[in-house]
């Protein structure tokens, strides 16, 4: 079991609103990741959630039961910090195994259970060792190891993947992913990466100024945001946006168009621009475009684009992929 | 030109370093060459600094005359003890101001480490009255007490310091570990912040071992330590310059020796924090 059930929740800081009424069920065994920007307040109600900041006012509910006011060490919740925060006096072994002795769990047992995290988590070879002797990958692997010893209803993850260089993210990205399939365990994943969201995300939670823009499957976050900030950050590169005169039909003050849904012509289009830098990924290329009386568009095409710096050419949005915001920002229906 | 000038501005640092370090450790110096004079040599007009005849007769007499190991044994109780008794109030006073701070913590710090800027004379009535009431005067558990609380706002002010260093999140994490409060502190923080612990301590037991106010106003025979035991070396019948030295070098040379050998440690637990 492994729900979790807010409801109204709020956190204060002094004067200061850092979390304004929140509700949210996670359910069990799902992977939710808080997204957002920094100062949004995704950490604060992570730590809320494992007991380590009081909640200033509403409930939360782990496995049906209010645990408000539970002491974090009896949530039943296991948390891998961003730091990693592992035992830099103990060894390995003695990391893994601190949970589970303050558990007052028998030695026998102990052991038995070390030896299964180690060999799911590669850490055989170095259960000895202190963490210092460790690389960044490893430390994050003893850290998501005495988070998984103990078994939790749900584990509770604060970006755990920033203090790692690219290739070992995308490496830890698919372990915590699988680990999530085979525990079939709760996660509660923050992360200011729409990309680490995007891909590890059974739901998302879009974290803004304190408040949940939108929650909803990754694909349903890109495909139909709630409003133009949750447009805006899901997808990358991000999406571009156009301001218009109010529309008097149904009230579009902007438009947004995805850089895969512009379609590039030589001949005429409904924008006329100039090709500014090119990123060549290989498989796919990104054109920034100078757009006569507008921002600069971000475009997408196949690898083999064969356009160069300068290069005038036109650009027209796929009609039906167009999203319309009204003046604050919500998504309008489109009616094209 | 610019190595000169480097060489050159070396040799003066090097020169002044010396010179103070010569003119702090000179009385010390010329305590230790005077215990192993004569009377009359240690008063002469014209003192000699190596060119005497080295003699152990002043320690003789001052082994003789007083319970040295008496004394050395009190002053071991009593600045162990107060250091060790101050470590267990400052180590989770410390700890609720590093890691669970409040807006007034930082006056609160200030306050305590006020409390050391009070001249000790000022609250001798009151103290020596609680003394003599709860019949603690001439006593090694009055003298311990007196010392820890005296010593308690630089602990407290230290281990806060070393603290404030170790990241709150490895101690959350034990806290999501299920560790209680106790053993957050026993298991996860005072391992980390051993070093710490250990130049408060030294430096404790330092600061005790050489207090003399109080000593000299709360003890007798019974509980006096080493520094208690100098001043008994200045009679009203004149002072015995050479004796006197004797039981100074005796009183101060174990201090000397632990402090040689800790230096290194208390020095970064006294920087500590200081520079990152």
């Given at each position: 079991m492994g729900s979790i059930h807010l409801k109204q929740v709020t956190k204060d800081f002094g004067d200061v609103s850092v979390i304004k009424p929140i509700d949210l069920e996670i359910k069990d065994g799902e992977f939710i990741v808080f997204v957002g920007p920094s100062g949004c307040g995704k950490s604060t109600l992570l730590r809320m959630i494992a007991g380590l900041e009081d909640t200033t006012s509403?409930?939360?509910?782990?496995?049906?039961?209010?645990?408000?006011?539970?002491?974090?060490?009896?949530?039943?919740?296991?948390?891998?910090?961003?730091?990693?925060?592992?035992?830099?006096?103990?060894?390995?072994?003695?990391?893994?195994?601190?949970?589970?002795?303050?558990?007052?769990?028998?030695?026998?047992?102990?052991?038995?259970?070390?030896?299964?995290?180690?060999?799911?988590?590669?850490?055989?070879?170095?259960?000895d060792r202190k963490?210092?002797?460790?690389?960044?990958?490893?430390?994050?692997?003893?850290?998501?190891?005495?988070?998984?010893?103990r078994q939790p209803s749900a584990f509770l993850f604060d970006e755990p993947l920033s203090?790692?260089?690219?290739?070992?993210?995308?490496?830890?990205?698919?372990?915590?992913?699988?680990?999530?399939?085979?525990l079939n365990t709760t996660m509660v994943y923050v992360t200011h990466d729409q990309v680490e969201?995007?891909?590890?995300?059974?739901?998302?939670?879009?974290?803004?100024?304190?408040?949940?823009?939108?929650?909803?499957?990754?694909?349903?976050?890109?495909?139909?945001?709630?409003?133009?900030?949750?447009?805006?950050?899901?997808?990358?590169?991000?999406?571009?946006?156009?301001?218009?005169?109010?529309?008097?039909?149904?009230?579009?003050?902007?438009?947004?168009?995805?850089?895969?849904?512009?379609?590039?012509?030589?001949?005429?289009?409904?924008?006329?621009?100039?090709?500014?830098?090119?990123?060549?990924?290989?498989?796919?290329?990104?054109?920034?475009?100078?757009?006569?009386?507008?921002?600069?568009?971000?475009?997408?095409?196949?690898?083999?684009?064969?356009?160069?710096?300068?290069?005038?050419?036109?650009?027209?949005?796929?009609?039906?992929?167009?999203l319309h915001f009204d003046a604050t920002g919500k998504t309008l229906p489109n009616i094209a | 030109m610019a190595n000169n000038n480097s060489i050159k501005t070396k040799l003066i640092y090097t020169f002044i370093a010396w010179t103070i370090s010569g003119l702090i450790f000179f009385p010390i110096l010329w305590t230790l060459i005077t215990s192993f004079k004569t009377e009359a040599e240690a008063i002469s007009a014209s003192p000699s600094l190596f060119m005497f005849d080295w003699t152990l007769e002043n320690y003789e007499d001052v082994l003789a005359r007083s319970p040295y190991f008496n004394h050395f044994w009190n002053s071991i109780v009593i600045s162990i003890g107060s250091s060790i008794l101050g470590l267990l109030i400052a180590i989770p006073a410390a700890w609720s101001m590093a890691f669970v701070q409040t807006k007034r913590t930082k006056n609160l710090l200030m306050w305590m480490l006020s409390t050391k800027m009070l001249p000790p004379v000022g609250v001798l009535i009151p103290i020596y009255l609680l003394f003599r009431d709860f019949g603690l005067l001439d006593t090694k558990v009055g003298l311990v007490i007196v010392m820890t609380l005296i010593n308690l706002p630089i602990m407290v002010w230290m281990l806060y310091t070393y603290f404030r260093e170790i990241p709150n999140e490895v101690l959350e994490a034990a806290r999501m570990d299920g560790a209680s409060i106790g053993e957050e502190i026993l298991y996860v923080l005072l391992p980390i912040a051993l070093p710490g612990i250990a130049s408060t301590l030294l430096l404790n037991v330092i600061l005790a071992w050489n207090e003399a106010f109080w000593t000299l106003i709360l003890t007798a025979a019974n509980a006096a330590p080493l520094t208690a035991?100098?001043?008994?070396?200045?009679?009203?019948?004149?002072?015995?310059?050479?004796?006197?030295?004797?039981?100074?070098?005796?009183?101060?040379?174990?201090?000397?020796?632990?402090?040689?050998?800790?230096?290194k440690q208390l020095v970064r637990g006294l920087s500590f924090g200081a520079v990152k």
């Open positions: 509403g409930t939360i509910e782990i496995d049906g039961q209010d645990a408000t006011t539970t002491p974090p060490a009896k949530r039943g919740l296991a948390m891998v910090f961003q730091s990693y925060a592992l035992y830099p006096h103990m060894s390995v072994r003695n990391n893994i195994a601190f949970p589970l002795k303050r558990a007052k769990i028998n030695d026998d047992i102990i052991e038995e259970k070390i030896a299964s995290v180690a060999k799911t988590l590669n850490l055989t070879d170095y259960l963490p210092g002797q460790l690389s960044g990958g490893q430390r994050q692997r003893v850290a998501i190891g005495r988070a998984i010893v203090n790692l260089d690219a290739s070992l993210r995308v490496n830890m990205r698919l372990e915590i992913s699988e680990l999530h399939k085979s969201a995007m891909t590890m995300a059974d739901r998302i939670a879009v974290f803004n100024g304190g408040i949940i823009e939108q929650v909803g499957s990754p694909l349903e976050l890109y495909n139909n945001p709630a409003n133009r900030f949750v447009a805006g950050f899901i997808g990358s590169p991000k999406i571009n946006f156009i301001d218009i005169e109010p529309s008097t039909i149904d009230g579009t003050c902007s438009l947004g168009i995805r850089p895969e849904h512009i379609e590039i012509s030589t001949t005429g289009g409904q924008w006329a621009g100039k090709i500014g830098v090119i990123e060549h990924l290989g498989s796919e290329t990104f054109l920034h475009v100078h757009v006569d009386g507008h921002d600069t568009f971000t475009v997408k095409t196949s690898g083999d684009c064969p356009f160069k710096y300068g290069d005038e050419i036109y650009l027209s949005p796929q009609k039906n992929k167009l | 035991f100098i001043a008994s070396y200045s009679s009203p019948e004149g002072l015995f310059y050479a004796k006197l030295s004797a039981a100074s070098a005796m009183a101060i040379v174990p201090i000397l020796i632990l402090g040689w050998f800790s230096q």
